[in-house]
């Protein structure tokens, strides 16, 4: 499945996963920035950012991409949900990440990877430069299934 489709097919399969548990989603354009689903409950809504993976990069998932130096300035406006499609036999994972813990997490992925990675160029021009920042596997797994993290209260 090529990297659109993979995209597509878990914001679908969220929106999906959000009906079954009583919420009203409705997708997005694909050209709205940050903005994949909109989820509505009990008279509260929330704006949702679905990111797939069909192979959890040893790394992490891509969020976003600045320069590192300037990771600190990084703001989110909506929770994340991150589904780990394993393939068509097996059963999707959904993590979901509440806005304020997105950069957080993100912070600790990078210091891993700091301190962790065998690096080709000076980390002082690696922090200068535009990178993907990656959210760890492992920071990920306890959120794995905490939909109360989306704010709309309990499923």
């Known amino acids: 499945m090529d990297k659109a489709t993979l995209g597509q097919y878990g914001v679908y399969q969220v929106a999906a996963e959000?009906?079954?548990l009583g919420y009203t989603a409705v997708t997005t354009s694909r050209n709205t920035k940050a903005v994949d689903i909109l989820a509505y409950?009990?008279?509260?809504a929330v704006g949702i950012q679905v990111k797939t993976v069909s192979e959890w990069p040893n790394i992490g998932v891509i969020v976003e991409n600045?320069?590192?130096e300037e990771m600190g300035n990084l703001q989110f406006q909506v929770p994340f949900v991150f589904v780990?499609?394993?393939?068509?036999?097996?059963s999707l994972r959904y993590f979901i990440v509440p806005k304020n813990e997105i950069l957080q997490l993100l912070e600790k992925s990078w210091k891993w990877y700091i301190e962790n990675s065998n690096h080709k160029k000076p980390i002082?021009?690696?922090?200068?430069?535009?990178?993907?920042l990656c959210l760890l596997f492992k920071l990920a797994e306890p959120?794995?299934?905490?939909?109360?993290?989306l704010g709309?209260?309990?499923v």
């Open 143 to 149: 959120y794995e299934n905490k939909w109360e993290n």
């Open 66 to 68: 600045c320069v590192p």
């Open 41 to 44: 409950k009990e008279g509260k």
């Open 124 to 132: 002082e021009g690696i922090l200068k430069t535009r990178q993907p």
């Open 84 to 90: 780990y499609f394993q393939g068509v036999t097996e």
């Open 152 to 154: 709309l209260g309990i």
């Open 18 to 20: 959000l009906c079954k």
